[in-house]
């Protein structure tokens, strides 16, 4: 194994920058989202652009249901986090019929993305009242036309209180975009560095995002700055991967970048 790192390794430069050797370089040094690579969000790649951190059978899959209102469950009280039972809660009383049925996954399957749930912040009016309602942000995002979907929901009242919606907003990817990104890039021409390196490093064939622990950050295209194909980055949603072989070395993706929207991969100039 460290004769294999050795062979694909980069050189080592000043903020931990690596020098790309032939197709994709393994690297062996720390690279960000270490503490939590098989997690979504976090992290900051370099590179030309700005990174924030963080299919098939549309159709033939049948329209969604709205299901009758969850159970309570488990609750939690003021300012505390949302309890496990809240968070399954708020998600299903966020998807309303329309959602389900003219929303898209990632996968290109029906229904939004499903991005984050958070406890929402208190109305102005309601800062200092220990009784003021407990509500959570549910976030997706929709590829059917690429925006932001956030519902506010009441966890006392079971209702929808706000919804917002917004286009070129990107947050941080979720673990399952992070996947789908692998996904794209495997199957892919330009996926084939990533390809090699793998079986370079442990003997066997990369066929599936299951076989690396994933982090991305989200790619915005600055104007001039890299191949057309990715110029809608930010109104598309786009990720650099941060890849790494499970209990072995890092693999250097960073100039690749999938166009989750458009189902596309290319590569930045890292001259």
Same mark, same amino acid.
């Given at each position: 194994?460290?004769?294999?790192?050795?062979?694909?390794? %980069?050189?080592?430069?000043?903020?931990?920058?690596?020098?790309?050797?032939?197709?994709?370089?393994?690297?062996?040094?720390?690279? @960000?989202?270490?503490?939590?690579?098989?997690?979504?969000?976090?992290?900051?790649?370099?590179?030309?652009?700005?990174?924030?951190?963080?299919?098939?059978? $549309?159709?033939?899959?049948?329209?969604?249901?709205?299901?009758?209102? @969850?159970?309570?469950?488990?609750?939690? !009280?003021?300012?505390?986090?949302?309890?496990?039972?809240?968070?399954? #809660?708020?998600?299903?009383?966020?998807?309303?019929?329309?959602?389900? !049925?003219?929303?898209?996954?990632?996968? %290109?399957?029906?229904?939004?993305? $499903?991005?984050?749930?958070?406890?929402?912040?208190?109305?102005?009016?309601?800062?200092?009242?220990?009784?003021?309602?407990?509500?959570?942000?549910?976030?997706?995002?929709? /590829?059917?036309?690429? !925006?932001?979907?956030?519902?506010?929901?009441?966890?006392?009242?079971?209702?929808?209180?706000?919804?917002?919606?917004? $286009?070129?907003?990107?947050?941080?990817?979720?673990?399952?975009?992070?996947?789908?990104?692998?996904?794209?890039?495997?199957?892919? @021409?330009?996926?084939?560095?990533? #390809?090699?390196?793998?079986?370079?490093?442990?003997?066997?064939?990369?066929?599936?995002?299951?076989?690396?622990?994933?982090?991305?950050?989200? /790619? $915005?295209?600055?104007?001039?700055?890299? @191949?057309?194909?990715?110029?809608?980055? %930010?109104?598309?949603?786009?990720?650099?991967?941060?890849?790494?072989? #499970?209990?072995?070395?890092?693999?250097?993706?960073?100039?690749?970048?999938?166009?989750?929207?458009?189902?596309?991969?290319?590569?930045?100039?890292?001259?």
């Amino acid at each position: 194994m460290r004769e294999t790192v050795h062979r694909h390794l %980069g050189k080592v430069m000043a903020g931990a920058a690596v020098a790309a050797v032939g197709t994709a370089a393994m690297v062996a040094i720390t690279l @960000p989202g270490t503490a939590g690579a098989d997690a979504s969000g976090g992290t900051r790649g370099g590179g030309t652009g700005a990174v924030q951190q963080a299919g098939q059978g $549309r159709d033939t899959v049948p329209p969604g249901v709205v299901e009758q209102a @969850p159970a309570e469950g488990a609750k939690g !009280t003021g300012r505390d986090p949302l309890t496990d039972d809240e968070v399954r #809660r708020v998600e299903k009383l966020a998807l309303n019929r329309q959602l389900l !049925t003219t929303g898209e996954d990632v996968d %290109g399957d029906r229904g939004p993305q $499903r991005l984050g749930v958070d406890l929402a912040e208190p109305e102005a009016d309601e800062a200092d009242d220990p009784g003021a309602p407990r509500r959570a942000d549910v976030t997706f995002y929709d /590829y059917k036309d690429d !925006t932001l979907v956030t519902k506010t929901v009441n966890l006392d009242t079971g209702k929808v209180e706000e919804t917002g919606t917004q $286009r070129g907003v990107q947050p941080p990817p979720s673990h399952a975009e992070n996947a789908e990104a692998a996904r794209i890039l495997l199957a892919d @021409p330009l996926g084939a560095g990533l #390809r090699a390196d793998y079986k370079d490093a442990v003997g066997k064939e990369l066929t599936s995002p299951d076989q690396l622990l994933l982090s991305g950050g989200v /790619y $915005r295209a600055v104007p001039g700055a890299q @191949p057309a194909v990715l110029d809608r980055c %930010g109104a598309h949603r786009c990720v650099r991967l941060f890849t790494k072989v #499970r209990n072995g070395p890092w693999i250097d993706t960073r100039s690749l970048v999938i166009d989750l929207s458009a189902r596309k991969v290319a590569a930045l100039d890292r001259s």
